[in-house]
């Protein structure tokens, strides 16, 4: 059965990178540091989706879980609003709202390791950076499986947010080549 997700239109490809527009959504967040911090993060944000909130309202898993440094999110399905979205009892849990947005996403497989995600974000800023995008927020991982997902069959992203006039210029720069084809 396939998860919810944010909605987002593709509005450039450039090799592996897809720029994107998301549309407005909501994630419950947590901050957690140390040892084992996705798993913290993990039990009190599936807690408060599944009925440690003030209506005991059980919800559905969405994907993917977001991390920018120590921060964890689930996003909310897309039925609820901040006025309907039951209150977390753990004050821990955060309601947030994501604005709309233009990124640039990476996909990439495998092990959620430092090392492979350090990977993964260097190559997308770096190729950022190599055609001009500005980028305007701090990259995050998306994951969108289970732990119990083997490790190749995983899908992962790096995203980050990006000056939406980047994008236009490498739209412009993409049609004149195009163009001369």
Request: charged fraction near 30%; glycine fraction near 4%; proline fraction near 6%.
């Amino acid at each position: 059965m396939a998860l919810e997700e944010p909605e987002y239109g593709v509005l450039l490809e450039a090799g592996d990178i897809e720029f994107r527009r998301y549309e407005p959504y909501i994630v419950a967040e947590v901050s957690v540091d140390g040892p084992n911090a996705d798993r913290k993060a993990f039990s009190l944000l599936a807690g408060y989706i599944f009925g440690d909130n003030d209506a005991e309202e059980k919800m559905s898993m969405t994907a993917p879980v977001e991390t920018r440094g120590s921060d964890y999110a689930f996003v909310m399905e897309r039925k609820y609003s901040m006025e309907t979205l039951p209150r977390p009892i753990d004050d821990r849990v955060r309601l947030q709202d994501r604005p709309e947005r233009v990124v640039a996403a990476l996909a990439f497989s495998g092990r959620w390791t430092q090392k492979n995600i350090e990977k993964h974000q260097q190559r997308l800023l770096t190729s950022l950076d190599d055609m001009g995008v500005k980028i305007i927020g701090e990259p995050e991982l998306a994951r969108y499986n289970s732990p119990f997902t083997p490790w190749f069959m995983r899908r992962n992203e790096i995203i980050v947010a990006i000056d939406h006039t980047s994008i236009e210029k490498l739209s412009n720069v993409a049609s004149d080549n195009a163009a001369r084809l």
